[in-house]
């Protein structure tokens, strides 16, 4: 099993940038897919950017596409999701999960079923 921790929201102004980390303990992190999701209140998790577990192929969801870029430091266990260019919609909580098994079909790393582990979630607050 894997423990998550996200950590580096905050409040920016419309236009800024913030780097989120999600920091892996209780395993080697290279052995797991890892997504970034959000969610608003009253609103779903939604799916934003993943890195399949051999760190080979990385998925977006068009809303983020070209303004958040997933990464991955193998040598901290650590996973960043930059955030540029941000928005008042991009408000939300965000969480990271991790998942070991598999996945044959890329729709695999779009969806909140589709990951076994999840962090704690840091706050994002875009607002001037």
């Known amino acids: 099993q894997v423990q998550l921790v996200e950590s580096g929201g905050g409040l920016v102004q419309p236009g800024g940038s913030l780097r989120l980390s999600c920091a892996a303990s209780g395993t080697i992190l290279d052995t797991y897919a890892i997504g970034w999701f959000r969610q608003a209140p009253g609103n779903e998790r939604d799916f934003l950017a993943a890195?399949?577990?051999?760190?080979?192929?990385?998925y977006y969801a068009d809303s983020v596409k070209g303004r958040f870029t997933i990464s991955r430091d193998n040598s901290r266990n650590t996973v960043y999701l930059q955030l540029n260019n941000l928005k008042p919609e991009d408000t939300a909580v965000y969480y990271c999960?991790?998942?070991?098994?598999?996945?044959?079909?890329?729709?695999?790393?779009?969806?909140?079923?589709?990951?076994?582990?999840w962090g704690q979630g840091t706050q994002v607050t875009v607002s001037s």
């Open positions: 890195s399949s577990r051999s760190g080979g192929n990385t």
């Open positions: 999960a991790g998942d070991s098994r598999p996945k044959f079909y890329s729709s695999a790393y779009y969806n909140v079923q589709g990951y076994t582990y």
